[in-house]
């Protein structure tokens, strides 16, 4: 694919996740379903230009919500892990052991997630005390929906890859 492809493919996909997370702003229900849609678009990013591209994408994609977006909770969690997630995801997924690749992406996680709970925590619930139980009921919650969203994620990548991509670039 030329650059001049690659560059108005990366733009439309940037715009598309730009909407998503301005729509997440609108509903406080689909929120943090919009957001997921808008990481997938970033998935068709890395298979469609590449991890180099995808990092401009998401790049541009958490700037231009900074400046665009009116509600920053959203915002916070992509950029904060499901903007760059694909980048990772398709990183670790060429490692030969399946249980390194599953180490790395739990550590990445928990490292987002405490990031996002530190963040969340002095932005929107300064006074709200976290004890300890529920700080690790919380954790164990967390990792079960992000062990169902790499798993969702990688059926959908599949689809795009076998079901949808060959009708949208056929040759």
Known sequence: MSKAK??????????????LLFLANLS???????????????????????????????AAVTLLALLLVPIRAPLIMFALFLGYYPFVKSLTEQLKQRSAEYVIKFAVFNAAAVICM???KTLFFENVTLTNMMAIIFVIIANGLF?????????????YMYRIRPKLFRR
């Open 147 to 159: 062990l169902l969203y790499d798993i969702a994620m990688t059926r959908l990548i599949t689809m």
């Open 6 to 19: 690659k560059t108005a493919l990366g733009g439309i996909l940037a715009a598309f996740a730009l909407i």
């Open 118 to 120: 530190v963040f969340f």
């Open 28 to 58: 406080n229900v689909l929120d943090i379903c919009l957001v997921v849609i808008a990481s997938m678009v970033m998935f068709v990013g890395v298979i469609e230009l590449g991890r180099k591209w995808m990092l401009i994408m998401y």
